[in-house]
């Protein structure tokens, strides 16, 4: 591949209500192959994705948040999340997972990937990116 | 421009794979270039050869894959997202033990790597769905 671009997966909706948020994340650990510089947002139900102490037992349904956490050893380190979609469902940072990554450069330190923003400053992070991975 | 298209819903339930095919079919009519179009989420099942639409509705499935034999348009089908909803390929049947295929004529099965790639190599990935 010639040029690196950068890859924003935008991630809209609750995690078990519709398939989406478990196929984007296939996206996610797939792409990371190809060494592009990727981010995530997470914004409107999207946040619902990162909760944590996620049980699914009774929707018979697999429970993937604990991939989430992998994000970091596929290179995944800038994961933004939008403070007002956290507000408007009665949220904070700490009901969600704490992910991180380990800085090489810096002997493995292990460094926050979340990045709490607001909603203006989600659209300086997109009006900064070059393909859109929506779902 | 060079576009990579994605189809991220299924024929007749859901707009968007009538959109995405409009768009296709223009911007390749203005001469400009599609790379691929990728289907994924429940868009794979644009791919089934066993749809029998009524005669007077347009058939979604034969017309993608016209429009890939008058254009060579690559028309590809995600391979994880196929083999939950049971869109078969005579590979897939080998491979998970099927008695069937059902894929269209037009249409293959491959992996997400393929959506990347064309969102790599492409000026604009567009993405049709919710």
């Known amino acids: 591949m010639s040029e690196i671009k950068k890859f924003m997966y935008v991630n809209r909706r609750a995690p078990y209500g519709t398939i989406y948020a478990w196929e984007s994340l296939e996206v996610v650990l797939i792409g990371a192959a190809f060494e592009q510089d990727v981010s995530m947002a997470f914004i409107d139900d999207g946040v619902y994705q990162l909760i944590k102490g996620q049980d699914t037992t009774g929707l018979e349904m697999k429970n993937f948040s604990p991939t989430y956490a992998a994000l970091g050893d596929y290179e995944v380190t800038k994961i933004y999340i939008e403070k007002e979609s956290l507000e408007e469902r009665g949220l904070t940072l700490d009901d969600l997972q704490h992910l991180t990554w380990e800085d090489e450069d810096e002997d493995w330190a292990e460094k926050d990937s979340i990045q709490l923003i607001s909603r203006a400053e989600m659209v300086k992070v997109f009006a900064d990116q070059d393909v859109f991975f929506n779902f | ?130």
């Open chain 2, 1 to 130: 421009m060079k576009f990579t298209i994605q189809v991220n819903e299924g024929p007749y339930q859901h707009q968007a794979t009538d959109s995405a095919y409009l768009f296709t079919k223009a911007a390749l009519e203005k001469g400009h270039e599609i790379f691929r179009v990728f289907f994924y989420h429940d868009g794979v099942n644009n791919g089934t050869r066993l749809t029998t639409p009524p005669q007077d509705d347009r058939n979604i499935v034969k017309r993608w894959g016209e429009l890939s034999a008058g254009h060579d348009l690559g028309l590809v089908i995600c391979g994880a997202a196929a083999q939950r909803r049971g869109i078969v390929d005579d590979g897939e049947a080998e491979r998970n033990g099927k008695d069937a295929t059902n894929i269209a004529e037009g249409f293959r099965i491959s992996g997400l790597g393929q959506l990347v790639e064309g969102a790599i190599q492409s000026d604009r990935l567009v993405v049709f769905g919710d």
